[in-house]
C-alpha cells in the first residue's frame, strides 16, 4: 500500500512538472512567434502584418476589408455579399477582350436600367415602354457578354498554384483568401493590388441574379432559414444586426452597379483593408513589395463607424414562423461585443450549456429525456465586433414539442445561475479551447486570419496571445455571475416554427 501511494505522489508530481515546463515551452514559443510577427504601414494606411515560417514553400494571405453587413444602411441591405461576389470579375486588364468598348456598353447599360427603374416608380406606368427598353437592356447585356474573358482572374490565380482562393461576407467582416507556392508573392501582390485599384464590376447583373438565387434557395425556401432571419429581426431592433449577410429581396432588386462602385469606394480604400502574409516569405521583400504594389492605390476619409447602438430590450420577444416543418425553436439573449471582460466567461458558459455530445443541452434533452434530436448553444450570434446573442436552438423529437424544450433549456440556464458549473466541465472546456487556438496558429492560412482579426476587431494582434492566459483564468463562479448578469428573461428573444395547416 505505501509503495502504492508513493508510485502515485511520484506520478503526480511529476505530471505537475510537465505541466509547468509545458506552460513554460509554450509561453517561449509564444514569445518567439511575437517577436517574429512585422508590421508596416502604408502611407495611405494599408497594413500588412506578416509572420515568417519556413517549414514549406507555400504562403497565405487574408485580405480583412472591414466592412459586413453591419455597415449597410436601408436600401442596399446585401450589397457586402454582392460586392465580394462582383471582386472576382476582374480589372481593366483582367477578365476583359476589350476594355474601352466594354466600358461604353456597361454605361449604356446602367443608363438604360436606371430609366427602367425611374418608369417602374411613375404612379402610372407606361408597359409599353418598359417593354421596348428591357427588349433593348437584353441586348445590350448579350453585347456586352462578348468582351468578358469569364473568370480569367481565378483561372490565372489557379494555374499558378493558388489552391486556396476563396472569400467570404460576414455581418462584420468581408474577407479574401489565397494559398501560392512562395515564388508567387510578386504575382500576388500585382494581381491583388490590381483588383483592389482597378476594379471592374462586369457582369453585375448576372452575378446579382445568383445572389439573390442563393436569397432564395438558403433562406426563403428553408424553414430555418425564414426562422433565424425573423428572429434575428426580432431581437435586434435599432441595430444593423437585425438583416442577414445576403440582404433583402426587395433591396437587391433595386441595388445597381453605381451602388457597388460608391460602396467600394467607401469601404474598400487602402485605409480599411489589413492584410496578413504567413508562410515561406521575407518580410522586407513584402514590406517592399507592398510599397511598390499598393502605395499607388489612394487614400480617402476612413468611413465612419457604425453609429448605432442596441437599446436595452424591454421585454421579453416572440416570433412565430409558419412553415411545413417539424418544429424548431430557438432563444436568445444579449451579450456584450467581442472586446469585454466578460466574453471569455460567456463563450465557456455557452459552451458546457450546450456544445458538443457532452454538453448539458445534449445529456438532458437528446440523451435522458429524448425531447430533442438536437439541442445546442452558441455565444457571438450573428457577430462578434458589436454587442450581440448567446443563442439556445433545440429540434423537437417526434411527439414532443418546442414548449418542452424550452423549459428544460430554462431548467439548465437556472442551475448554472445556482449552482454553476462542475470542476470537470470547466477543464474540459479550457483544454479543449486552448487546443483549437494552438490548432488555428499550426495552419499559416488560420494563423493569418486570427492576426487580421485580432488586429481590425479587438485592436491589436498582440492580444491574440493573451486568449489562452485569458481562457485559463476564467472560474466557476465568473460563469456563475454571467449567467446571472445577461442571462435575463427580459432580455429573451425566443423564434419558433409551427407547422403550417
Known sequence: MFVKKRFLLQLALF???????????????????????????????????????????????????DVGSANESYGITGISHLLEHMAFKGTKIVGTKDYKAEAKILEEMDALYDQIKREEAKAKTNSEKIK???????????????????????????????????????????????????NKLEYW???????FLNPIFREFFKERDVVMEERRLGLETRPMGKLVEDFTAAAFKAHPYHH????????????????????????YGPNNLTVGIVGDVKTEEVFKLAEIYFSRIPSGPKPEAVRTIEPEQWGERRVIVEAKSQPIVIMGYHCPDARHKDIR????????????????????????????????SVSGFPGDKFSNLVVFYAV?????????????????????????????????????????????????SRMAALLTYTDVVLGDWKLMFDQIEEIRAITAEDIKRVANKYLVKKHKTIGEIVYEK
Open 345 to 376: 466567461s460567456l463563450e465557456a458558459m455557452a459552451n458546457i450549456i450546450g456544445q458538443g455530445r457532452s454538453s448539458r443541452l445534449y445529456e438532458v434533452l437528446v440523451k435522458d429525456k429524448k425531447v430533442a434530436v438536437a439541442a445546442v
Open 132 to 182: 421596348e427598353m428591357e427588349e433593348k437592356f437584353e441586348t445590350l447585356r448579350k453585347n456586352a457578354k462578348e468582351y468578358v474573358a469569364t473568370d480569367e482572374f481565378v483561372d490565372m490565380l489557379m494555374k499558378e498554384g493558388d489552391r486556396g482562393i476563396n472569400a467570404y461576407t460576414s455581418t462584420d467582416a468581408t474577407q479574401y483568401i489565397n494559398s501560392l507556392p512562395s
Open 244 to 267: 442577414s449577410v445576403v440582404g433583402h429581396m426587395s433591396d437587391l432588386e433595386k441595388i445597381t452597379r453605381k451602388d457597388v462602385g460608391d460602396y467600394f469606394k467607401k469601404f
Open 396 to 444: 423537437p423529437s417526434r411527439g414532443h414539442t418546442s414548449a418542452e424544450c424550452l423549459e428544460l433549456i430554462d431548467e439548465e440556464i437556472e442551475k448554472i445561475k445556482k449552482e454553476s458549473v462542475t470542476p470537470e466541465e470547466l477543464t474540459k472546456f479550457k483544454r479543449g479551447e486552448v487546443k483549437g487556438i494552438l490548432d488555428q496558429m499550426k495552419s499559416n
Open 15 to 65: 505530471i505537475a512538472v510537465v505541466a509547468l515546463v509545458s506552460l513554460s515551452l509554450q509561453a517561449q514559443t509564444f514569445e518567439t512567434i511575437k517577436s517574429q510577427v512585422k508590421v508596416h504601414v502604408l502611407k495611405n494606411g494599408m497594413k500588412f502584418i506578416v509572420l515568417e515560417r519556413h517549414e514549406a514553400p507555400v504562403v497565405s494571405f487574408h485580405v480583412y476589408a
Open 189 to 195: 501582390m500585382s494581381m491583388t493590388s490590381d483588383r
